[in-house]
Structure formats: C-alpha cells, structure tokens
C-alpha cells in the first residue's frame, strides 16, 4: 500500500485549494465595500459560448458604453460575482468543508475594494480589515495557512473609470498603499503572499485583468481591445513597478513572509517539426516568460527590445523604475496550469502575441474538456522543468482544475470519475516532475468548492470537490455537498500525495 513514508513529496508540502475574492466572497455592496470591475461581469452561457473558442474570453470586450449602462441598469444583466458562493457570510462552514480533506493551504485574494472602497480612499475600511482578520483565523484554527492574492481580477471601480486601471500611475500608486496596509495589518498571520493573478493576462483581458475600460468605436470597424500593443505593455511595465513594490513593501514589514508572482503558463507546442513552426513557439514562449523573468530576474529581458523596436512600442517609466524591478523580485514563482497550445509559423519575422488563451488547433493527442481545453497532464512535468530551469526559485501551483457540467444529486453529490482522472494525472506528473528535481512547495486545486467561473461567470462551469447549490442565477439552498472527488484528495493528501490510486475511494 502506498503510504507518506513512499511519498516523493516533500513531508510539509502545502495540499490545498485556491479561490478568488471575485468569485466566491458575494456581498458586493455590504460593510462598505465599494464597487470593483469583477461586479460587471456578465454571465456568458454555455450555448452562447461555443463561437469563442480560440477567440479572446468574453469579458474582454467590455466597453465604456456596456459599463455605463451595467451601471445604471443592473436589473438588465445577469452578474453573478456580485453574488458568488455567499463565501462572505458562509465561510466557517465552507473552510470547514475545504479542511475535512485536510488542506493544508487556502488560496484567496483580497478585494481590494472592500479595503479601500474607491481604491484610493484617504482610510482604509475596518470592517473590510476586519473580515479578512476572521477568514485567516479561521484559515488557522482549522490548520490551513491562507495564501493571500492581492488583486484576483477586481480593480475597483473607480480607478478603473477615473483612471483607466493601471494605464495610470496613480493606480500603481494607490495599489502599493494598499498593499502596505494589508501587509500591516496581517503581519504574522499571512506567510505567503502573491501580487497579481496571470498577470499576463493584461495581453488578452485588459479589462478583467488590469482594470483598463475603452469606449466602444461604434462604427463598429474594430474591437478597441484587439491589438493595442502599446496600451497592453505599458499597462504591463506599471503592474510590474507596483508587483515590485508590493515585494520590496512585504520584505521591510514582515521579514518572515514570502510573496510570488502568478503567470498564466502557456506551454506551446510546434504543430509539426518544421524549424518555422519551432520558431513560433519561441516567439510565444518570449511573450509567456516576459512576464516571469521581469518578476523573477528584475529585469527587461533581451528578446523584447526588438518586438518592442520593431513594434513601435514605447514603454514610459519613471526615474528609479529600473532599480525598483532589480531590487522587487519574487521570492518563488507561482503559476496556473490548464493546458497546452499549439503553435504554427505565422510567416512573420518578428510576431504580434497570438492574443487567445483557448489554442485554435487542436493537438490530435489530447482529449478536451467540456469547454473546449485540452487536458495534457505530460505538459505539465514539462513546465514545470522548464521554470525550475529558467529560475532555480521554489514554485507553487496556484490553480490546476477541471471545470465541468457537474449533474449532481439532491444531495449535492456526483459521480465525477473524469475531475478524479484529471487530478490522479496531474498529481502523478507533478510528483515525476519532482523526482526531476524540481523543487515545488505546494499545489492548489482551482475551485475546490464550487464557484463562479472568471471567464464566463456561470457557476454550472463547476470546479468543486465541495458542491454548492446555487445555479447560473443565484437560485438554490447554498447548502454544500461532497463529490466522489473530495473522498479521493481526502485520501490523496493523506498519503502526501503517494496514493493515487482510484479504485479503493471510502466515501466518509
Ligand atoms: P474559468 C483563461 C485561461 C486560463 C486561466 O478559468 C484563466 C483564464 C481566464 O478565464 O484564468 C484562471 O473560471 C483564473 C481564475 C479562473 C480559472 O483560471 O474561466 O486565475 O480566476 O477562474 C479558471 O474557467
């Protein structure tokens, strides 16, 4: 029987989950909090979904007009992060949940906007402070070390409209504000910090990701967030000023805290063995790793100065921007990891970003998820090696996960045999990609309790091995529920990850 004393694993490494407050928190409007981007994220459904596949995500194309109008008229729309699980009012029972499989780390972010309500407030908000404060002793209590985003897809709003998100310093300042008052605050209770989430994503999701709305053409000739290179890395190079200052912050206040970045991982494949679909993929792979080696290395990396010259692309900084990268980097290197693209020569010398997350080809060797993802556990060994190589820091997984149409029970309950198969895969590449040599910390299921998507914000898009009853309209009980899969990473976490096998699963 595999047991820990067989485990690869390292004895004290950190099983989990990872959530967003965007996603789960609800309360949009309570104790102050003031309104965020996230809160105008329409729900996009399944059926109305299918034509996106290899197109930039929906809630890319939000525009000045559609926000306005979200403003005024929120009856007319579906917003479901503006209700999430409930999280805010339910999370004893729900972290509960989550430690009955043992957890020993809890992802969440903080919403910024519950903490300064318009982002850039002259005080910051006691009751917000004052939730955190629970959730991370609750984190506690039940032996789960909370691992704190600090912004998760959730400029507030205000900065957003007055200020185009982080087009502006004003935002890189505000947010280093912000981050300082939380470090404070939570010395000694948050071990490990994060700065943003994928924050390459700013090159497909300007909107969601760096709080950047534009206004409509309304001639309709182009979508005003399609290109626009020059915004996308200027907004970059500013996230990466106030990442580095977060960083430089967290290190001054609490000596003993870490902090990490979070890349959305594109590993790429070449299509076929021609040196010029090769070529893609490093051009592709330049565009992914920009944003670690700024994060982790502390500087400009070579490959850029030609697409940026070639490009047109001026990045504006400010006098000690330079020095503040060098001396900001992170302490470990963190990442999402759902799947693998695949790349062909685009008969360009020096090419724009592909601008999509789903890959347009389709790999012949992989099966798709529900949503049209590939599922490669194989890739992931791969990219694992290939950071660990690049950086030598300690990495962590901060989201790997299976969205599915779950069709659950009265009792919340499914049979979900393909979540168990994608997660036994994955945990037996991780612990291949640790007998490597890679040195990995943690590993953080995305939405271990069921949750409002980022992408689409439905909630039938379920990630959970803990099932919540609510639908894509906020209608249902809020009572939870166990999964076949929760038995299985009960089981799993408690051999250290040693135990993969799926056919003994005890369902208490
Ligand atoms: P959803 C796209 C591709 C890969 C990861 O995504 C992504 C996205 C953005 O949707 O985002 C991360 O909910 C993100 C989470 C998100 C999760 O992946 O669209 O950090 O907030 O929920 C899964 O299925």
Redesign the pocket.
């Known amino acids: 029987m595999a047991d820990a004393s067989t485990s690869v694993f390292p004895k004290d490494f950190l099983w989990g989950g990872a959530t967003?407050a965007n996603?789960i928190e609800g309360a949009f409007d309570e104790d102050g909090r003031g309104l965020a981007t996230s809160d105008f994220a329409p729900f996009i459904s399944r059926e109305a979904n299918r034509g996106y596949e290899g197109n930039p995500?929906p809630h890319n194309s939000m525009t000045l007009e559609m926000l306005q109008d979200a403003l005024e008229h929120p009856e007319n729309y579906n917003l479901p992060k503006r209700r999430g699980i409930d999280f805010y009012h339910r999370f004893r029972e729900q972290l509960e949940a989550l430690a009955g499989m043992g957890f020993k780390v809890f992802r969440m972010s903080i919403s910024w906007s519950r903490i300064f309500p318009n982002g850039d407030d002259a005080e910051p908000n006691e009751a917000g402070l004052a939730f955190y404060d629970q959730v991370f002793d609750e984190c506690h209590r039940l032996g789960m070390e909370p691992l704190v985003t600090l912004c998760?897809?959730d400029t507030p709003l205000h900065l957003a409209l007055e200020y185009g998100g982080f087009q502006s310093r004003h935002t890189v300042d505000a947010f280093e504000r912000y981050a300082e008052t939380v470090f404070r605050r939570y010395k000694g209770k948050v071990k490990y910090w994060l700065t943003f989430?994928?924050i390459n994503?700013v090159l497909t999701n300007p909107f969601t990701c760096s709080g950047v709305v534009l206004p409509d053409p309304h001639d309709g000739t182009h979508n005003p967030y399609k290109g626009n290179w020059q915004m996308k890395y200027q907004v970059s190079h500013n996230q990466f000023v106030a990442s580095a200052k977060a960083v430089i912050k967290c290190h001054e206040i609490d000596p003993n805290a870490k902090i990490g970045n979070m890349l959305?991982r594109l590993e790429n494949y070449a299509e076929t063995p021609k040196p010029e679909d090769q070529l893609q993929v490093l051009f592709e792979d330049h565009f992914n790793w920009f944003y670690s080696d700024v994060q982790a290395k502390g500087e400009y990396p070579y490959y850029m100065k030609r697409f940026f010259d070639e490009n047109d692309i001026h990045i504006e900084m400010e006098p000690g921007d330079l020095e503040t990268l060098r001396v900001g980097t992170v302490d470990f290197v963190t990442i999402?990891y759902?799947m693998t693209y695949i790349m062909r020569y685009k008969g360009e010398t020096v090419p724009k970003p592909s601008g999509s997350?789903v890959t347009a080809i389709k790999n012949p060797y992989l099966k798709v998820s529900q949503w049209g993802w590939p599922i490669d556990p194989i890739g992931f060994r791969i990219t694992l090696n290939h950071i660990y190589d690049r950086y030598h820091l300690p990495i962590f997984i901060s989201?790997n996960g299976l969205?599915a149409n779950d069709q659950l029970d009265e009792n919340g309950y499914v049979e979900d045999d393909y979540r168990i198969e994608y997660l036994r895969a994955h945990v037996e590449q991780l612990a291949e990609a640790i007998k490597d040599g890679v040195d990995v910390f943690g590993y953080a299921w995305?939405g271990p309790i069921d949750l409002v998507?980022?992408?689409?914000s439905e909630i039938s898009?379920r990630y959970g091995f803990v099932s919540v009853d609510i639908d894509d309209y906020g209608n249902g009980t809020l009572k939870l529920g166990r999964k076949k899969s929760y038995y299985y990473y009960k089981k799993l976490i408690a051999s250290n990850g040693a135990d993969l096998s799926t056919d003994d699963i005890v369902m208490e």
């Open positions: 967003a996603q995500l998760h897809f989430n994928e994503n959305c999402s759902y997350l989201e969205g995305w998507s980022s992408g689409t898009k």
